[in-house]
């Protein structure tokens, strides 16, 4: 017995046939779903628990053949995986980093940051991602079949979307990547088309959502609530909402759809236009075509020159059919962007081009008719100041009218007013305003549904908020 003990057990080696099976679940692509994939790769690795084997298919674009390559080095024709010098390589992190929250008195799980400045963190697997980022990501969001049907449908739209023309540092430029925008009936064309404004101007690049967008998106609506209650639940200080967040169910009514032809094709680091969605705002992003990365990085205060994004970034890949939920954490305190890439792998339907429609949700009490005008007699734009220490968080309306090109604005500006549930004062049900200074960690004054301060003051006040330059690409977030 005792000379057994010394001995490891022999290595079994996956049968022929078994192999063969994986590779019939080869690809993301494949009429397989993740389930079957994990039964496969279950059978071939019986000594690996579930969530590792989720993550070496994820890793592996939903190859099973390739996963089972990655774990079984003792077979021939094993592929092993490689880190790159650039980015670095991580599966999965989180049964190592996440912390126990007991004792903690949140129901918000205790992680390490892992980012560092000029580091990029790869994250893949769900729970990595929504222990590390105001994200949740659904791999394998919808039926093969329905996938591939809406992917074909906007593959048809994609020759009439065109690049968008804004103003940065008194040039005009055009975005990196083509999109067009939908709302979901003829009427609200019509209402977008004259009464909406974009970047200065009203939108001509508008049209009535597409039957498979709108089929979509009641599966959309339905997953991304679940996953914004989750999220209260699990990851939020006492189970609460944030202030500012709405109460409200999210009710898709827009989409911006974004094409990426090449990958070459990109955005850059921004926070989406807040305007007409108000303060605390969720997306659900749909990702179709080829697969990208997805980078996002926390937004620190300011101190000085050099403390600005110190914290690294988070690169999150986005396969084909798969859903990104971008929480109330994110456009306050969080930029994204999609990077470019130096290598895709072709998608079988979209070839080089990945599509991707982010749903949102606009308020009825932030239509232009309700909200503020400046000097120039354009409805303002509302920004949130991200990195001043002294204000951050405090919204404000602007002049618009600076972000059309050849032109310059009035520099109106005003802080804006909303109650705790995100709504202005116009709004029914407004219960006072909480966008107030804060002051050594408490908020300066109470109101009780009143005006607050004016742009009076304009020189000081816009000294204090952030003054990153505004594009289009903020509208069309990935």
């Given at each position: 017995?005792?000379?057994?003990?010394?001995?490891?057990?022999?290595?079994?080696?996956?049968?022929?046939?078994?192999?063969?099976?994986?590779?019939?679940?080869?690809?993301?692509?494949?009429?397989?779903?993740?389930?079957?994939?994990?039964?496969?790769?279950?059978?071939?690795?019986?000594?690996?628990?579930?969530?590792?084997?989720?993550?070496?298919?994820?890793a592996y674009g939903g190859s099973?053949?390739?996963?089972?390559?990655?774990?079984?080095?003792?077979?021939?024709?094993?592929?092993?995986?490689?880190?790159?010098?650039?980015?670095?390589?991580?599966?999965?992190?989180?049964?190592?980093?996440?912390?126990?929250?007991?004792?903690?008195?949140?129901?918000?799980?205790?992680?390490?940051?892992?980012?560092?400045?000029?580091?990029?963190?790869?994250?893949?697997?769900?729970?990595?991602?929504?222990?590390?980022?105001?994200?949740?990501?659904?791999?394998?969001?919808?039926?093969?079949?329905?996938?591939?049907?809406?992917?074909?449908?906007?593959?048809?739209?994609?020759?009439?979307?065109?690049?968008?023309?804004?103003?940065?540092?008194?040039?005009?430029?055009?975005?990196?990547?083509?999109?067009?925008?939908?709302?979901?009936?003829?009427?609200?064309?019509?209402?977008?088309?004259?009464?909406?404004?974009?970047?200065?101007?009203?939108?001509?690049?508008?049209?009535?959502?597409?039957?498979?967008?709108?089929?979509?998106?009641?599966?959309?609506?339905?997953?991304?609530?679940?996953?914004?209650?989750?999220?209260?639940?699990?990851?939020?200080?006492?189970?609460?909402?944030?202030?500012?967040?709405?109460?409200?169910?999210?009710?898709?009514?827009?989409?911006?759809?974004?094409?990426?032809?090449?990958?070459?094709?990109?955005?850059?680091?921004?926070?989406?236009?807040?305007?007409?969605?108000?303060?605390?705002?969720?997306?659900?992003?749909?990702?179709?075509?080829?697969?990208?990365?997805?980078?996002?990085?926390?937004?620190?205060?300011?101190?000085?020159?050099?403390?600005?994004?110190?914290?690294?970034?988070?690169?999150?890949?986005?396969?084909?059919?798969?859903l990104l939920v971008m929480h109330?954490?994110?456009?306050?305190?969080?930029?994204?962007?999609?990077?470019?890439?130096?290598?895709?792998?072709?998608?079988?339907?979209?070839?080089?081009?990945?599509?991707?429609?982010?749903?949102?949700?606009?308020?009825?009490?932030?239509?232009?008719?309700?909200?503020?005008?400046?000097?120039?007699?354009?409805?303002?734009?509302?920004?949130?100041?991200?990195?001043?220490?002294?204000?951050?968080?405090?919204?404000?309306?602007?002049?618009?009218?600076?972000?059309?090109?050849?032109?310059?604005?009035?520099?109106?500006?005003?802080?804006?007013?909303?109650?705790?549930?995100?709504?202005?004062?116009?709004?029914?049900?407004?219960?006072?305003?909480?966008?107030?200074?804060?002051?050594?960690?408490?908020?300066?004054?109470?109101?009780?549904?009143?005006?607050?301060?004016?742009?009076?003051?304009?020189?000081?006040?816009?000294?204090?908020?952030?003054?990153?330059?505004?594009?289009?690409?903020?509208?069309?977030?990935?």
């Open positions: 017995m005792e000379e057994i003990r010394k001995h490891k057990p022999k290595r079994v080696r996956p049968s022929p046939e078994a192999i063969e099976l994986a590779k019939t679940a080869n690809t993301d692509e494949s009429a397989e779903d993740t389930e079957f994939k994990l039964a496969v790769l279950t059978s071939l690795h019986p000594d690996k628990p579930q969530e590792v084997l989720l993550d070496y298919l994820t099973a053949y390739k996963a089972s390559q990655a774990m079984s080095s003792g077979y021939d024709g094993v592929v092993k995986r490689k880190k790159t010098a650039a980015n670095g390589y991580q599966s999965s992190i989180h049964a190592f980093a996440t912390q126990s929250a007991e004792g903690s008195g949140s129901s918000s799980p205790a992680v390490k940051p892992l980012t560092k400045k000029g580091k990029t963190l790869h994250l893949y697997t769900p729970k990595d991602v929504e222990n590390h980022t105001p994200c949740s990501i659904i791999h394998n969001f919808l039926p093969k079949e329905d996938a591939d049907t809406l992917l074909k449908e906007l593959l048809e739209e994609a020759p009439s979307f065109e690049r968008g023309t804004f103003q940065l540092f008194e040039k005009t430029v055009q975005s990196p990547h083509t999109w067009k925008f939908y709302v979901d009936t003829m009427d609200a064309v019509k209402e977008q088309q004259s009464e909406y404004v974009y970047d200065g101007l009203y939108e001509a690049q508008v049209a009535k959502t597409t039957p498979e967008m709108l089929r979509v998106s009641s599966i959309v609506k339905e997953t991304v609530n679940e996953e914004v209650t989750r999220r209260i639940r699990d990851f939020h200080p006492s189970g609460k909402r944030l202030k500012f967040q709405s109460p409200e169910t999210w009710e898709p009514n827009a989409s911006f759809v974004n094409c990426y032809d090449g990958g070459k094709e990109n955005v850059g680091y921004h926070s989406d236009q807040l305007t007409y969605l108000g303060p605390r705002a969720i997306i659900g992003s749909l990702s179709l075509g080829v697969a990208r990365e997805f980078r996002v990085r926390r937004i620190v205060p300011q101190e000085d020159a050099s403390s600005a994004d110190e914290q690294g970034q988070i690169a999150i890949h986005l396969p084909h059919n798969s109330a954490e994110m456009q306050e305190e969080w930029k994204h962007s999609i990077a470019p890439a130096q290598a895709i792998d072709p998608h079988p339907l979209a070839l080089n081009k990945r599509i991707n429609i982010t749903y949102r949700c606009y308020k009825d009490y932030l239509h232009p008719k309700y909200t503020p005008k400046c000097k120039c007699g354009v409805s303002c734009v509302l920004r949130c100041v991200q990195k001043r220490r002294a204000t951050r968080g405090r919204y404000m309306w602007m002049c618009y009218a600076n972000y059309k090109p050849g032109e310059k604005g009035c520099a109106y500006f005003v802080w804006a007013e909303f109650d705790v549930d995100g709504k202005p004062p116009w709004a029914e049900g407004y219960k006072g305003n909480a966008n107030l200074p804060v002051v050594d960690g408490l908020e300066k004054g109470v109101e009780g549904g009143g005006r607050t301060e004016k742009g009076t003051g304009f020189k000081k006040d816009r000294s204090q908020m952030e003054q990153s330059p505004r594009s289009k690409i903020e509208q069309s977030p990935i």
